[in-house]
């Protein structure tokens, strides 16, 4: 009778360990489960700590149109504004004894573009087009920065052209 006992009392404990086993792992699977965040909790959270995303694009067009006007009142210094004639425009200033090589004052495309063509043609500057040239300094030079010294050359053309038409 007692082993009896024992053996059913061994079979009871290890049944209830599998029961416990599988009762943990289960526990595990709904806590796992009932801690993530729904699609929505996830974007109020971005909100929250990004803020909003049409007060952010509010802003960020507010500084692109600051920028914008500051980038057009640097146009007027300019001395040559090279075109591609309806997409590209950059503005180009050279003062050697301010700085080594030409620097891109301004520069824009289609509407931005535009603009400076206007500014330029109210102030007098030269408009050259080099459809290349310009593609090229848009993309390759940053407003307020030197041209890269690849383009040396084909800007001192424009330079020299832009010089020998005003002393004329």
């Known amino acids: 009778m007692g082993s009896v006992i024992l053996e059913l009392f061994a079979t009871i404990c290890v049944i209830l360990i599998i029961i416990g086993i599988i009762d943990k792992k ?21 909100k929250n700590i990004e803020g909003d995303p049409k007060i952010k694009g509010r802003i960020r067009s507010f500084q692109m149109k600051i920028l ?6 640097k146009v007027p210094t300019a001395d040559v504004v090279v075109v591609n004639p309806t997409h590209y425009a950059v503005a180009l200033m050279y003062d050697p004894k301010k700085v080594p090589a030409p620097v891109v004052v301004a520069k824009g495309v ?59």
């Open 110 to 168: 289609d509407f931005v573009a535009f603009k400076i063509r206007e500014v330029a043609k109210n102030n007098n500057i030269p408009i050259v087009e080099n459809k290349p040239l310009a593609r090229s300094l848009y993309k390759l030079v940053e407003i307020d920065n030197i041209i890269p010294q690849e383009l040396y050359v084909a800007v001192a053309e424009i330079l020299q052209y832009v010089y020998t038409q005003k002393d004329k």
């Open 26 to 46: 289960y526990q595990d699977y709904e806590y796992n489960k009932s801690i993530k965040m729904s699609k929505q909790e996830v974007k109020e959270e971005m």
């Open 68 to 73: 914008q006007q500051r980038m057009l009142s």
